[in-house]
């Protein structure tokens, strides 16, 4: 079966750090993977989606950058971390070959100080 | 603009009540899934559905999918305190890898 894990599950960090969240998916290959932000109880934001190694997409203009080194690992990074990017991140995969149900890490919860 | 919309925002009920939960767009979907979240966890999918008109039953819930394929609706009957949740309905379009996910619905059943 397939899993997948996010790390950290928190994180407080300081205006101005950097920021390195990482999602690995297991027991399955060429996923498409995807990080999202959630607000407080609400929707979810898509900021970036990858179909393959090293094949980003950007959704929203931001201070954040995705990386996807190898074909289950989704990493999503910041050189500088602004107040307004405390929020929940989430990581998700999807088998692709038109299949649209996707499958969520247990999330980050990352706080700016 | 909001492709896909979800009424209501908001829902306080009392253990046994039914409710529904609506999912509306303008745009014909290739498929729309409903998912359930607990504050602090990603979302969990409780179903897919494909064709228009279906309807899937997953014990107290009942989800259908309308007939254009525009609109979904999910009821609850005789609500627990374990259905409380956060319902994110999501749909997609022919070939994209990119699902559309509604506001959501907070549910809270009160005890």
């Given amino acids: 079966s397939q899993t997948i894990h996010q790390w950290p599950a928190t994180l407080v960090q300081p205006v101005g750090s950097p920021l390195s969240l990482e999602c690995t998916v297991e027991g399955t290959s060429n996923p498409n993977l995807y990080w999202y932000r959630q607000a407080a109880g609400r929707g979810l934001q898509l900021l970036f989606y990858s179909v393959g190694i090293g094949q980003i997409s950007s959704e929203v203009p931001q ?7 190898q074909d289950r690992q989704f990493i999503l990074s910041s050189k500088k971390l602004l107040l307004s990017d405390s929020g929940f991140y989430l990581c998700a995969w999807n088998p692709g070959l038109a299949i649209h149900e996707q499958f969520f890490g247990p999330g980050t919860r990352l706080t700016v100080l | 603009t909001q492709l896909l919309e979800q009424s209501p925002q908001f829902l306080s009920i009392q253990e046994g009540e039914n409710l529904t939960v609506y999912c509306n767009s303008s745009s014909v979907f290739s498929s729309l899934q409903w998912y359930r979240q607990e504050p602090g966890e990603g979302p969990v999918l409780l179903v897919t559905v494909v064709t228009g008109g279906e309807v899937k039953k997953l014990k107290r819930l009942t989800f259908q999918f309308g007939d254009a394929r525009k609109d979904s609706s999910l009821h609850i009957t005789a609500a627990q305190p374990g259905d409380t949740g956060l319902y994110l309905c999501a749909g997609a ?19």
Wanted: hydrophobic fraction near 25%.
């Fill in chain 1, 63 to 69: 201070n954040l950058s995705a990386s996807r080194p």
């Fill in chain 2, 93 to 111: 379009q022919g070939g994209s890898y990119i699902p559309t996910f509604g506001r959501g619905t907070s549910l809270i059943v009160h005890p």
